[in-house]
T-cell receptor, first 113, second 115 residues
Framework: GDSVTQMEGPVTLSEEAFLTINCTYT??????LFWYVQYPGEGLQLLLK?????DKGSNKGFEATYRKETTSFHLEKGSVQVSDSAVYFC????????????FGSGTRLQVQP | GAVVSQHPSRVICKSGTSVKIECRSL??????MFWYRQFPKKSLMLMAT?????????EQGVEKDKFLINHASLTLSTLTVTSAHPEDSSFYIC???????????FGPGTRLTVL
């Protein structure tokens, strides 16, 4: 079956530090890949996505590149802010027409001033 | 952006009672809605997929008679937890989509506590 593996958290960084959250996947078909973010007390929000190999998704300074050869979709940001503190979920969906998402376990990011 | 609401945000009930959770797409018509369950410090687990006017498709291991899903309109889906027990206590999250670009919009979730 399909699965997503994320690095365990929490990840604690100082403001302006570089962020990497690793995500690897296994999929039965050709997946689309996503990063969702969940801020405290809020619902999940789509952060970025990539639908084919070598695509780079980007939003709010975050980037992730769809690497088919390594089945990875690592999330990066060059300079984190306190407001980036949240839980980040990597997810995939395979084009089966059902469009359900398979999520990783989530990684909590804590950014300290 | 598209907004999805859930009601209630928190509910506490006694064991054996039923609880209904509503999921609404506020500014778009949702052809498909999904219901997830999130355990503490765990990922979201898909429970079922519902299309407007059709019976929900449940994931393996999810009891359809216990978790009743109704998707009566393009803006509303409901999840009813019947005869709730303490092990049903969890965070229930819905999402909605209206396109084939795989973008799902999530509700803020409902915290269910069964005493």
């Amino acid at each position: 079956g399909d699965s997503v593996t994320q690095m365990e958290g929490p990840v604690t960084l100082s403001e302006e530090a570089f962020l990497t959250i690793n995500c690897t996947y296994t999929a039965t078909g050709y997946p689309s890949l996503f990063w969702y973010v969940q801020y405290p007390g809020e619902g999940l929000q789509l952060l970025l996505k990539a639908t084919k190999a070598d695509d780079k998704g980007s939003n709010k300074g975050f980037e992730a590149t769809y690497r088919k050869e390594t089945t990875s979709f690592h999330l990066e940001k060059g300079s984190v802010q306190v407001s980036d503190s949240a839980v980040y979920f990597c997810a995939l969906t395979v084009d089966t027409g059902r469009r359900a998402l398979t999520f990783g376990s989530g990684t909590r990011l804590q950014v300290q001033p | 952006g598209a907004v999805v609401s859930q009601h209630p945000s928190r509910v506490i009930c006694k064991s054996g009672t039923s609880v209904k959770i509503e999921c609404r797409s506020l500014d778009f018509q949702a052809t498909t809605m999904f219901w997830y369950r999130q355990f503490p410090k765990k990922s979201l687990m898909l429970m079922a997929t519902s299309n407007e006017g059709s019976k929900a498709t449940y994931e393996q291991g999810v009891e359809k008679d216990k978790f009743l899903i109704n998707h009566a309109s393009l803006t509303l889906s409901t999840l009813t937890v019947t005869s709730a027990h303490p092990e049903d206590s969890s965070f229930y999250i819905c999402s909605a989509t209206n396109d084939w670009a795989y973008t799902q919009y999530f509700g803020p979730g409902t915290r269910l506590t069964v005493l």
